[in-house]
């Protein structure tokens, strides 16, 4: 994972970290009686990451930004209890040592685990790292693989099953999310009023829930130096809860870009999902149903599509308001509005096809005979 110096707006006392690390830590053999190198991990537009090099090993803070304590309290909190109760299940979850409520330590809770050593992909692979066709075809498989082996967890086991709200997941998605866009919306935005109309008025029968991530994407992936088509990690679980699995793959899948796609929208590719070898998003729905029994018709994959597309262009429009009201001086944040617009049409077109579907079409199963990688 790449790291930096720490911003200015999201700096913190060091020391003060320190001092209560070396107090209140627990399930770590690394010697805390002195004060961390603090760096900033890149990525992420949400709660903030940090790297504390110690002599002895490294481990990672995480922090929101500074704002609602309240709010702030209870998502670390609720962070933190996912982390440790699923790591016991699930071997890619970072192991948590360390919870901190107390504000008046750095301005903000904190919670701190071990890092997990290891490659993460964003807009490319990593430096150094380099993937023929059937390598990048394995890393394809395996990353999908881990997002099915999350949703084969046995959510009773984990102690987890109080996330979830049981009935109506996708109803409270659609119009939770239709909320924020709402709110978040800037002039120089579309107002995807006929978008959300469309998902609300369309929305596909709940299914059986499972644990689902929320933020599945291969920047949250950790891979394994040796192998790099092995994944190693499974990172930021701010947004987990109990739901739809198909709505988490299409989550992620809104982030997947591909060659065929139009160029404003490979222009906002965030991960390395245009290589040979990799999938194209409908081969991955296809590969995902046939890996977990799942069946998902081609109506309902418009559906989830638009959702996927939709809920990302509302997180990308969450930070470009806060890009506008200088919460933020990250300057990556300045063209997340054009993206928004993109989104938009791209959701429109998906829409205006699922229209033109016949009933005989909308209602196939999506599969594939041919091999999942290109």
Known sequence: MSDRDVRAEDAFDTRAVAAWLAANATGTDIDLTTVPEVRQFSGGVSNLTYLLRYPGGDLVLRRPPRGNHVNAAHDMVREH?????????????????????????????????????????????????????????????????????????????????????????????????????????????????????????????????????????????????????????????????????????????????????????RLFRRQPTHLPGMMTREQVVAYYCARTGAAVTRAEWAWYQVFGLFRVAVIAQQVYQRYLRRQTTNTQFRFFGIAVVVLELRCRRIIRRARKMSPQTAATLISTTKEPSR
């Open 81 to 265: 209890r996912i982390q440790s109760q699923l790591a016991r299940h699930l071997p890619y979850v970072p192991r948590t040592v360390a919870l901190c409520q107390d504000t008046s330590v750095i301005g903000t809770p904190f919670y701190v685990m071990q890092r997990i050593g290891g490659l993460i992909p964003r807009k490319e692979l990593p430096a150094g790292v380099h993937l023929d066709r059937e390598q990048t075809a394995a890393l394809c498989r395996n990353v999908i693989d881990l997002l099915a082996d999350l949703h084969s967890v046995d959510v009773a086991a984990t102690g987890l099953g109080d996330l979830g709200k049981g009935d109506g997941y996708v109803a409270r998605q659609v119009a939770g999310w239709s909320e924020r866009y709402r709110r978040a919306r800037t002039r120089n935005v579309g107002t995807f009023e006929a978008v959300m109309r469309w998902l609300d008025e369309h929305q596909p029968e709940d299914r059986p829930h499972t644990l689902v991530h929320n933020d599945f994407r291969f920047d949250n992936v950790v891979l394994d130096p040796a192998d790099p088509t092995r994944p190693i990690g499974l990172l930021d679980w701010e947004l987990a809860t109990v739901g739809d699995p198909i709505l988490d793959l299409a989550n992620s899948l809104g982030y997947w870009v591909e060659p065929g796609d139009e160029p404003l929208m």
